[in-house]
């Protein structure tokens, strides 16, 4: 008996790479649905939570390419593209991300940072009205320009100990960050030979802002509730790699398990 199937519809697609959106502080996965968008492509969220990147006109041809994706262009030549991404809910404050295209397809480099088989890991920083951690050392910082005391909206906040980095932060248009730093010990050993153990650990807390991105508002404004007409959405990736030629400002801090502390940063902006 010879069985005829006739065909009615046909869907195939080609994945180009999958955002993976996690908590700066934690590294879970965020599970709350968030807006993902690029421009020139087409994402969308799967069951998984990773948002895949479908379509992308710069890459039309991979599109219809099943078997085998074309040779052309090479893997990671498309730098041109940046997602941008915003948590409609308000725990997270946007940001935008550079994206290499296409992702490696080669099974055989699967492990590999650029390989088409793992998601791009993408942090999202808190908003001041997050909720954080049980013991956690939690920084509430206010950024704003020197001179003229305006709040500094997209401010990257770094803490560092003996040159590890413990968190980052970004700042809302308000200038507000919240930056906390999970498994600060309770007590941890001391370099002073007159103290054994100590309760704080030393750092520095540095912010690094880029006139021609972020948001500077008015102190009026601000107590006023005016908001900018376009909120804070900066690439914190190219903020800090750019960090040496911004303006920037550092102050040196203790942290301590479970302490809250109020702090304030003034940079000098050309």
């Known amino acids: 008996m010879t069985l005829r199937v006739r065909e009615l519809e046909r869907q195939e697609r080609r994945v180009l790479g999958a955002l993976r959106c996690v908590d ?13 968008e690029m421009a020139g492509a087409r994402v969308q969220r799967n069951r998984s939570g990773l948002y895949v990147i479908v379509q992308a006109d710069a890459l039309a041809a991979h599109e219809g390419a099943f078997d085998a994706p074309p040779a052309e262009p090479a893997p990671g030549s498309i730098t041109d593209l940046e997602a941008r991404i915003a948590d409609p809910g308000g725990t997270y404050l946007p940001r935008r991300i550079a ?16 390989s088409l088989f793992r998601a791009i890991e993408v942090p999202l ?30 401010a990257l906040l770094i803490a560092r100990s003996n040159g590890t ?7 809302d248009w308000r200038g507000e960050a ?24 030393q750092a520095q807390l540095e912010a690094v802002f880029d006139p021609a991105d972020g948001t500077r508002t008015p102190i009026d404004d601000v107590r006023a509730g ?34 809250t502390q109020s702090l304030s940063l003034s940079l000098a902006l050309p």
Do not use: K, M
């Open 226 to 259: 005016r908001s900018p007409a376009v909120l804070p959405g900066v690439d914190p990736d190219r903020l800090e790699a750019q960090r040496e030629t911004l303006p920037r400002a550092t102050l040196g801090i203790a942290l301590a398990a479970a302490r």
């Open 165 to 171: 980095v413990l968190g980052r932060a970004l700042s």
């Open 178 to 201: 919240l930056l906390g730093v999970a498994g600060v010990p309770v007590t941890t050993w001391s370099d002073d030979p007159d103290a054994v153990v100590v309760t704080e650990l």
């Open 24 to 36: 700066a502080a934690t590294l879970a996965t965020i599970a709350t649905p968030l807006r993902v």
């Open 99 to 114: 994206l290499a295209l296409p992702r490696d397809p080669d099974p055989a480099h699967a492990a590999a940072s650029g």
């Open 125 to 154: 920083y808190p908003a001041a009205i997050a909720p954080t951690g049980i013991n956690w050392a939690v920084l509430r910082v206010t950024v704003r320009e020197q001179a003229s005391g305006d709040a500094l909206g997209g």
